[in-house]
């Protein structure tokens, strides 16, 4: 059997990290994220990561190859044989151009392309609502609100937000994303791959919807 290749795209707070893994979980395939490949290769001062970190350390963004080449290194793993749900790459056409080649040497392809939809409000809302306690545990003013306001339920202590968190820096990161990834979206709406997911339901609402997405593929 060909090995099974979807690539998950979503905005910041969509969830999309969550359904991939729910996703790899169910069909038996590996997450791959890439935000965990990178802080994989940098904790192990592999040879790719310290090339990633010498682009880190000038601020500048880490050239494509480099991130090529750490999928290209994970999916040849023995564990990826099955195939793979890739969270976080492709991040533009280019690199989606990339991993077509670099499937194509595994003599395969992206099957589906799930897309989470969530307007911009709601992923403002789920984001900047969340709370922060020093002792790591996270509160949501709507979802999962602490029992006495900004204070944690366990220890008394004073809860916080992190700056990434705050509505303005949420609006900035999902006009962002949103500018970035238009044209990959385009990309795999043209060859026919991209299958949008209302991502406002209830997580088991979306995670039966992917599975069909990719059932029906």
Request: proline share 6%; glycine share 6%; charged share 30%.
């Amino acid at each position: 059997m060909a090995p099974l290749y979807i690539v998950m795209l979503g905005p910041p707070g969509a969830g999309k990290g969550t359904q991939a893994k729910k996703l790899a979980q169910t069909l038996d395939l590996v997450h791959v994220s890439t935000g965990d490949l990178f802080r994989e290769h940098l904790k192990n001062e592999t040879e790719l990561g310290q090339l990633a970190q010498s682009y880190m350390n000038k601020g500048e963004l880490v050239p494509d190859d480099v991130t090529i080449k750490m999928v290209e290194e994970r999916l040849s793993r023995t564990d990826c044989e099955k195939g793979a749900v890739l969270d976080g790459f492709p991040r533009t056409p280019a690199q989606a151009e990339a991993l077509e080649a670099l499937l194509e040497k595994f003599d395969a392809g992206v099957k589906v392309v799930p897309y989470i939809k969530v307007p911009d409000e709601v992923l403002v809302e789920r984001l900047s609502g969340r709370w922060m306690s020093t002792s790591g545990r996270v509160y949501h003013a709507q979802h999962n609100p602490p029992k006495v306001k900004w204070i944690d339920d366990l220890d008394g202590s004073p809860l916080y937000q992190r700056e990434d968190d705050k509505p303005e820096t949420v609006r900035h990161r999902i006009e962002v994303y949103t500018e970035q990834t238009a044209p990959l979206i385009d990309h795999y709406r043209q060859k026919g791959l991209l299958v949008e997911v209302d991502g406002t339901q209830a997580i088991e609402a979306v995670t039966e919807d992917l599975m069909k997405a990719v059932e029906e593929a």
